[in-house]
């Protein structure tokens, strides 16, 4: 049985989440929001009957502090963290992470994440691509899923897939979208990715941004696939016609909200999905990504 739990980071609801899932050897939870909410996740959790203790297995979709920030309280309290073999070295010693990170958020770093400590390398178990974890009578299968960190693994267990944000971020009953960071975006691993969560054929996705995915999986993909190749393709147009990181900013952020209107969000979730997943991110991801794995497709001309 699975739990989604609310991290409300920065008070509000609904944009990031923890998975917890009841197993005979203690709770599972899959990733655990940032450090900043650690205590909310304990309250989620104690509402259910539960204690932070009781989380013996914590399974990263990738080191990113809205997803992995609070790991290492749970590895504290004795939990295992799993996770991809690129990311177990930013989770022993997390100094090279929280410089990159403090480039790009500043004086934010505390209040968006709390504080971030190593895990001892006891406490963490390293998962490559198909490897399966017996947690109780629980089979967790780990899928290496790049695209939109090369760290990143999408978890099954029976009939459900914890997809991380190589999934989308799909709040309420909006339309999911392909969170572009960088800088690491991969459009062509990520559409692979894709294809890789497709076969698993599962029935319920569950998404760190937010939760239970709404509609069947397949349309949820289809639709996810269809924005990655489209937004990519938009910023490769206007990379040839010579817009710069000023001119697309602004402009990326109305196609966006656009796209977010037409997919059915409302007007009061486009902050959501900002909160979820900035906007301006998804501009050096783009310009990153297109000059260094196609520059000749980009040549202003
Ligand atoms: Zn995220």
Redesign the pocket.
Known sequence: MAHVLDTRQLGRPGI?AATAVETTDGLALFDTGPESTFRNIAAGLRNLGFEPGDVRHVFIS?I?F??AGGAWRFAELGATVYVHPRGAPHLIDPEKLLASATRIFGDDMEKLWGRVESIPQDRLRILEDRDVTRIGGLEVLALATPGHATHHHVYQWEDNVFG??VAG?QLGGGPPIP?FVPPELDVEAWEESIRKIRELGASKLYL??FGLATGTVSSHLDALAERVRRWADWFRDRMRVGDDQERLTPAFAEYEAEDLRKGGAAQEQLADYEA??PSCMAVGAALRYWRKHHPEEVIPR
């Open positions: 990031i990738h990113h809205d997803h991380g944000d971020v969170p760190p941004h979820a997943d």
